[in-house]
Structure formats: C-alpha cells, structure tokens
C-alpha cells in the first residue's frame, strides 16, 4: 500500500469514534475505508482486433488464462488483478455478479456473454504482484464492429491512468480505428503507452522503424508523445520493456488515490473541525446570544438558497444556446466526413462505425468547449456567496473538485453518458447502418435500369456519388441533429438540477449541524462555567486530533 493508504487506514478508527461521540453522520467512513483497501485505477490494453493483445497479457502472467481466439462479437473485456487466493467472477450491468471457475473464463470469452459485462479476475502471479494498484484490462478490438465494444472502451476513460496502444509489428502504424480512439483519448488527456507487439515477426531494425512511426502518429493525434515506447513478443516471452513501462505506472498511481481519496475525505472532516469551533465558543456567545445566532444562521442559509435558486434559474436559461453551440460541434464533425462517408458507401460500405465515432467526438468536444464552460462559472458564483457557515465541497456530482482553490476538470463520464444517450436513442430510432443499406440497393437498382448502357457508366457514378450525399447531407445528418438534441436536452437539465440539488443538501446538512452544535453550546454553558471547562477542554484536544489528520493528509 500506498503510505497514504497507510495512514488513512490508521486513522480512520480515531475518526470513526470522534464521529460517533459529536453524533455526526458516520456512514460515509465505511466506503472510505473500501476505496482505501481496494484502490485500484484501471490501465486498458487496446488495439486492432487480432493486434495480439490476449497473447500479451498471458505472457506477462506466465500463463493462457486469456482466450487468443475470440470472436470479435463475442469478446468481453476482461480486468486483471493481483489476487490470493485467486477468484474469477463475470461481473454483469445490473450490479450483480456470478463466481467463475477458472475453466469457465476461457469459455465466457469464446462464447456469448451477456451484453455490457465484463470479466473481474484477480490472479496469483509475480508481475501483477509488483502492481498492486493497477488492473490491466483486455479490451475487444477497437474495429470489430460491435457497437458494444466502443461503449466498453469508452466506459474505462474515467476509471484508467493510462491506455496501453497495442499495435502489431506486421501492421506497420495505426489502424484507422484507433487513430478515432485517440482522438478520444486526446480530448480527456489520457497518456497512452505504444506497445509494438509480435516483434518476432519483423526484424529488429524494421521493428524499430515501426515503433518510430507508431510514435510520429501517436503524437500528430495526441499533440504530445506517448508515455514510453516498448517493443514486445508475447511468442518468445519478450515482455521486459511491458513489465518497465508498468512499473512506471504504478509509480503514478498514488498521486490519484491523493486526489480521488485523501482529499475528499478531508472535505468531509473541516464540518467536524467546525462543529467542534462552536462548542469551544470562540466567539464568548452567551445563551441570548446563542439565540440571536441561530436565527443569524437561518436567515444567511435561506437568502443562500435563494441566490442558488436564481443561478440555477440563469443556468436554465443559457442551456439552449448551450446545446445548440454543442450540436454544432456534432454537425461539425460530421460535416467533416462527409466526402468520405459518401465515397464509401459508393463502395457499399458501412460507415455506421464511423459515424458513431464522430457523434461521439463531436458530443465530447462539444460539452467540454461549452457547457464545462457554464458549470465551472456556476460553481465559481455559488462559491462567491456561500456562507462561511458552511464548508460545501463545490463539486459536479460525481467529479471531480471545481472549488476556486483547485484547477481540477468537470466529471468526464457525464460527457459519456449523454454521448451513450443519444448514441442508444440513435441506434432504436436511427439505426445508420440499416438506413444505408437499402438507399444503396435501391440506388443499384434503379441505376441498374436506368444506365444499362455501358457507355454512360461515367454518369451512372455521378449520379449514384451524388444522391448517396444528398441523402447523408439531407436526411441523415438532420435525423441524426435532432436525436442528438432531443438527448442532449433532457440530460443537460437533469445535471444541472442534480448539481443543485447536491448543493442544497449539503448546505441543508451543515445547516442542521451548525445549529446542533449551538443547542449543544447552549445546554454546556447551562451546567456552568466549572462544567463547561472541563468539556471545552476535551473539545480543544479532539479538535486537535482532527486538525492534524487534516494537516498530514494535506502534506504533499
């Protein structure tokens, strides 16, 4: 373990009883103290189908647990683990989740798995052993053509330090279909490691070119350099380079569980240091004054609700120029590709992929350009006016800390999970590629009638390039602008009213606790100055206990 996790681990009975003594709400510890057993952060393992991923993977754990011969439209991703005693379970999308024999995970691979799961595998060997903080996922190849595959990938963005870009030697430079999923990663700032696997097949100085190409590529999409470049062979066991480049990762990983885990339960503790300030009566109140102030305290929080109120309103009302901005962006990247979605439906190609891709693209360009633009000024207005009453943790529910002191993003997944809506909404109201398809056998039948001879081939072309534009350009791209839309509106609201709807009960929360530490104020002082010495002594040194796990928590 981390020495954070350490010293979370120790502190956290202290706490726990400090809690229970102030009568504070207590739940929370216990999923601190599970993040902080079980940190994990996610590194996947991408690649063109076939790129040799699972043949990797099984030579760095010295064993064939993962299938080498899997379907495309059957494989799952599958997450690795150290573990002991080992234990392998299929993990399903509604939470639950059904125990493996190790025999059963090389034929949920090959065979047909419920759509969305995935494989949790925690696995007794020495390399995962040294990456203790790390789960190394096989993911399906990013051109296999399931649809399922993408939203599987795209559901680890948040979750991952960094992705492992696996490109076979004989391929020679990136597949198409991950020059897309770079783009992707390029606009969450992902790091990537380039893995040029089967170098056995080429020679070292071919491999060499191939990895300096790799890098040329990686860069031109990404705007920076991959983490390392490493070349490997899983058919000879050459996985030393793999091994380096991981251990260098599981280096990173504690910065993460500081930000993800450490600081978020300091949040949690400054209520406490708060409550236990007024018991202290630093303020010399006396029981009139008590009072006075808790209807000081009641009326700040109410005139804070109705300053929430009337941003929350302003929010609201910038939405749909929002959206439209966004939608723009979508309309954008498809417009983008429109030669080259024509040219290749021309060829009787499906090009739903693609335009998948682009929605996707141009969803996250969109909500990052636009409305992490609006949620960051909201949270920086509330943060102006709240009261000092109150210690609330500015936050997108779910994100990360948008509070003035910190430079930290918006949650990425909400990105991804109007990007999925909208994806879903089109794939039963929209489905591209069965649109496609008959408008291109119609066209071929007609033309087929129309142009029989031979000589007005030239034209036939013309005419069969254009209606296929026409219809992308007409019909398509509005079907699919509207979808988007209709999406992008019902969630973008939902966020915005759930953010403050977090905000209001928090401060609801705090409220009570302020004036519970008042009342509690009240009846110390009541017992008389002997007795209420001798309890603010016991409150000046829990006090100090809580400040001063607040202080090493925050030492960098």
């Known amino acids: 373990m981390f020495s954070p996790q350490i010293h979370l681990l120790e502190v956290l009975p202290a706490i726990r009883q400090l809690f229970q003594t102030y009568q504070q709400p207590q739940e929370w510890l216990a999923g601190v103290e599970q993040q902080t057993r079980h940190f994990l952060v996610r590194v996947p393992f991408v690649g063109a189908f076939s790129s040799g991923k699972s043949s990797l993977l099984n030579a760095l754990m010295g064993e064939s647990l993962l299938s080498t011969n899997v379907d495309p439209q059957t494989s799952i991703p599958a997450e690795l683990a150290y573990g002991k005693p080992e234990r392998f379970t299929l993990c399903l999308p509604d939470d639950t989740v059904r125990p ?60 991952s330090l960094a992705y492992c870009i696996v490109v076979s030697a004989e391929e020679g430079g990136l597949h198409a279909s991950i020059r897309a999923a770079l783009a992707e990663l390029q606009l969450h700032d992902m790091p990537v490691i380039a893995v040029i696997s089967k170098a056995d097949k080429k020679s070292p100085d071919d491999v060499q070119e191939v990895a300096r190409q790799v890098a040329r590529e990686i860069e031109g999409i990404s705007g920076r350099a991959p983490l390392r470049v490493v070349t490997v062979s899983a058919r000879t066991h050459m996985v030393r380079e793999l091994d380096d480049a991981l251990q260098e990762l599981e280096a990173l990983a504690e910065p993460l569980f500081l930000h993800s885990v450490t600081r978020p339960f300091v949040a949690r503790l400054r209520p406490l240091v708060q409550y236990l300030d007024v ?42 120029a929002v959206l439209e901005a966004i939608l723009l962006h979508v309309r954008n990247r498809l417009h983008e590709q429109l030669e080259a979605w024509t040219v290749a439906a021309l060829g009787g190609r499906d090009v739903s992929a693609q335009i998948d891709q682009a929605i996707r693209l141009g969803m996250t360009s969109g909500i990052q350009a636009e409305f992490d633009v609006v949620m960051r000024r909201y949270f920086d207005r509330v943060g102006d006016f709240t009261p000092a009453v109150l210690n609330i943790d500015l936050r997108i529910p779910g994100g990360a800390s948008v509070a003035k002191d910190s430079d930290a993003g918006i949650d990425r997944a909400m990105i991804h999970m109007v990007a999925d809506q909208a994806i879903d909404l089109l794939a039963s109201r929209f489905p591209v590629a069965k649109v496609l398809k008959p408008l291109l056998l119609g066209l071929i039948d007609i033309l087929q009638r129309i142009f029989a001879n031979r000589g007005k081939a030239e034209v036939a072309q013309a005419q069969r390039h254009e209606e296929i534009r026409m219809h992308l350009l007409n019909q398509v791209f509005p079907q699919i602008q509207q979808a988007a839309r209709t999406a992008l509106q019902t969630t973008l609201q939902a966020h915005v009213q759930q953010a403050k709807a977090g905000i209001v009960a928090a401060a609801e929360q705090q409220l009570a606790q302020r004036q519970a530490a008042l009342a509690k104020l009240d009846a110390d002082l009541a017992q008389g100055d002997t007795a209420f010495q001798q309890k603010r002594r016991q409150y000046e040194i829990d006090r100090h206990a809580v400040q001063s796990i607040i202080d090493a928590c925050e030492q960098p």
Request: glycine share 6%; charged share 30%.
């Open 100 to 159: 493996l024999a190790r025999s059963q995970v090389l034929e949920l691979q090959a065979g047909q798995a419920p759509a969305g799961a995935w494989l949790d595998l925690h696995v007794e060997c020495d390399t995962l052993a040294r990456l203790p903080h790390l789960k190394l996922v096989d993911m399906p190849g990013w051109d296999s053509g399931n649809g399922q595959h993408g939203r599987a990938i795209d559901d680890y963005v948040e979750r």
């Open 279 to 320: 018991l202290l009566n630093r303020e010399d109140l006396d029981r009139e004054k008590i009072v006075l102030e808790k209807m000081r305290v009641a009326e700040e929080i109410k005139l804070f609700e109705t300053r929430l109120g009337q941003e929350t309103a302003q929010l609201d009302a910038s939405l749909p």
